[in-house]
């Protein structure tokens, strides 16, 4: 079973939801931190245009009311910036957008600047993980170059997310199915889906599309706005 060691609503998606299919759930989630601006991380983005990322994804929560800003931290040195390690721990609603789980994880791992991400998420804050980000967030976390697993930053452990479950190879979930850690549960979400834990820790799938749960009691897909009990 899956462990949370946080209080703030978390988003853990597929990699391609920030689409109209999300507006009524990234509408509700807003109202419920009670934030004014969002704050859009694209380190796991750095080499894949970060600037239209980080564009695309404020796009949508402008489009719901938001204000978004933009934590430019693609490299090591950035993350260790003062003024951005300030404005992750005093932000209401973190966004970590898609791309390359390792570079992230590289980035992130041992700075003041995730140390920050946790303290606001501690207090309340909602984080959005998608894709890459959703994948460091867990521990295990599976390696997507084979399908294996390695280690993530265990925001919530014993669960490990496989993103945009509906369109990557068969033999990449197989394999990932195959190496499963017994007592890991492993999360097959839809690239436009979302699996969500609010802060009493009720976990839901939400989004388009659905999510896969594959654990020591079996596999079981829920289909958007489901309740999952079995994490």
């Known amino acids: 079973m899956a462990t949370d060691k946080t209080r703030g609503t978390l988003t853990l998606g597929g990699g391609a939801e920030f689409t109209q299919g999300a507006q009524g759930l990234g509408k509700q989630l807003l109202e419920a931190s009670g934030a004014k601006e969002v704050l859009v991380i694209p380190t796991a983005s750095a080499f894949e245009h970060p600037e239209r990322i980080a564009e695309h994804v404020g796009a949508f929560f402008k489009g719901l009311g938001a204000k978004p800003r933009v934590a430019m931290a693609l490299n090591r040195s950035e993350v ?8 992750v721990r005093t932000s209401k609603f973190i966004v970590l957008t898609d791309g390359s789980p390792m570079h992230l994880r590289s980035v992130l791992k041992g700075s003041k600047f995730f140390e920050a991400l946790v303290a606001a998420h501690s207090g309340g804050a909602s984080v959005w993980a998608s894709g890459a980000g959703a994948m460091v967030l867990c521990d295990p976390m599976v390696d997507q170059r084979g399908g294996a697993y390695t280690v993530g930053f265990g925001l919530v452990s014993g669960l490990a997310v496989f993103p945009h479950h509906d369109t990557a190879p068969a033999h990449l979930w197989e394999r990932s199915a195959e190496l499963r850690p017994s007592e890991t549960v492993l999360a097959g979400v839809d690239e436009s889906a979302m699996l969500v834990r609010d802060p009493s820790g009720e976990w839901r799938a939400m989004g388009l599309g659905s999510v ?20």
């Open 80 to 87: 260790e910036e003062a003024s951005l390690v300030d404005l």
């Open 212 to 231: 896969t749960l594959l654990g020591p009691s079996g596999e079981k897909t829920y289909a958007a706005d489901s309740v999952i009990r079995t994490l």
